[in-house]
């Protein structure tokens, strides 16, 4: 199937991938007086008295926004909010069939960062969640950092910490594959973007310590031009101040992780890596380094972002189920410890008997995803003292 052509072919057919569906009938007077005025008076003045029961008599407690301003619209970067809007109608369609969370797309047309903030501030108390959505790096580190400090729902930005909780989970497994410790394994991602700087974060917090980080100028260290984001990242990663590219950073690694660009590693590049070597090429749709090619020069694990190739590296298995476990629990933030809570739970699901270097990654459409990681979720929550319920 070509998909390209397919895709648009039933985009136009269906019109958009999501609607409005009533929960209530309208059917009668007396229905008409219940789910609108006279009636509908009274729970607005209830809310007027306790604003927080804005989430038990409406829909708030199960609704999400899923919010973008088109500028890192999935590989194809800056094509405005308009040209996203396909993007996020499918996060939303993803978000019901996976964890029954009702989602709204909204693009904002601005690149202001007070503005986004602004703008995503003063519709907060419609939803019980935010969920941002390719938005262009450095950016998007700041809007999320304010966003956290004036709103009191979860805001989650999805291609951060999204890709750095399944990629944790995978490393997880992956590590146990090839026998090797987390504490002692030498990792290099590519790409310090928003993704690439979330994983870094990310695989330190569940435990790595060796982790070098590579841009298009190099290894991230000083001396070689980096924004705010990237200069943080080079004054905790890569202690020995090592500097070169990325071939230099991959001699004698044990882990390699892409979110960069296609076909910049080569196979000289996997062999010059430690035995053993896990290799997470996830650039989408043509990854760093092909599955095959990698696989011949010697990686133990490979896993993608692909579901065309086994150990398919995908954030479907994670957002889903994230917000569920927040909106059930009425959490305030989604905070360090539900996120690798949620990595935990995700590679748990993996057996010992069923692990293998083909398989250390749930499938997608495997049902016990989505609430085993809102369990975890939940339960990280109350425990970490940020759940209302």
């Known amino acids: 199937m070509n998909y390209a052509e397919e895709s ?18 309208v059917e009668s007077k007396d229905d008409l007086s219940l789910a609108y005025t006279p009636g509908v008076a009274e729970p607005c003045l209830a809310i007027e008295k306790n604003p ?43 978000f019901k069939a996976f964890a029954d969370v009702d989602a709204f797309p909204i693009c904002i047309k601005s690149k202001d960062v007070d503005e986004i903030v602004r703008t995503i501030y003063l519709i907060s108390g419609s939803f019980g969640g935010i969920n941002l959505e390719d938005i262009a790096a450095p950016r998007c580190f700041e809007i999320e950092r304010k966003l956290k400090e004036i709103c009191d729902i979860p805001v ?21 594959v090839v026998g090797k410790k987390l504490d002692e394994v030498k990792v290099v991602i590519n790409g310090a973007g928003s993704a690439g700087i979330a994983i870094g974060k990310h695989l330190m917090d569940l435990g790595v310590k060796h982790l070098k980080m590579v841009d298009r100028n190099g290894i991230l260290c000083e ?37 960069s660009a296609p076909h910049i590693v080569s196979k000289e590049m996997i062999q010059s890596m430690a035995p053993g070597a896990i290799v997470f090429p996830m650039a989408n749709p ?43 629990v009425r959490a305030r933030d989604i905070n360090l410890e539900m996120k690798l809570a949620a990595s935990h739970a995700l590679a748990d699901l993996v057996s010992d008997e069923e692990l293998n270097a083909e398989y250390i990654l749930p499938k997608a459409f495997d049902k016990r995803v989505g609430p085993a990681v809102a369990a975890a979720v939940a339960q990280a929550a109350r425990d970490s003292g940020v759940a209302k319920l």
Request: proline residues 5%; contains cysteine; negative net charge.
């Open 286 to 328: 043509v990854p760093e380094i092909e599955p095959d090619e990698a696989k011949e020069a010697g990686a133990a694990v490979v896993g993608t972002g692909r579901s065309d190739h086994p150990n398919q590296i995908n954030n479907v298995l994670v957002f889903p189920g994230l917000f569920r476990g927040a909106l059930d």
């Open 223 to 259: 001396g070689i031009e980096m924004n705010p984001a990237q200069a943080e990242m080079a004054a905790i990663t890569n202690p020995e101040k090592f500097s070169g590219k990325l071939a230099d950073a991959l001699a004698g690694a044990d882990v390699f992780v892409g979110v």
């Open 156 to 176: 989650f930005h999805d291609d951060q910490h999204g890709t750095a909780i399944v990629v944790g989970a995978a490393m997880l497994n992956a590590i146990r």
């Open 52 to 94: 927080d029961l804005s989430f038990d008599l409406t829909r708030r407690h199960n609704l999400v926004a899923v919010i973008t301003d088109g500028t890192a619209v999935l590989g194809l970067g800056d094509i405005g909010p308009e040209a996203g809007m396909p993007v996020m109608e499918g996060k939303c369609a993803l």
């Open 8 to 25: 648009l072919r039933l985009h136009g057919e269906w019109k958009g991938k999501i609607e409005v569906v009533s929960r209530v009938k």
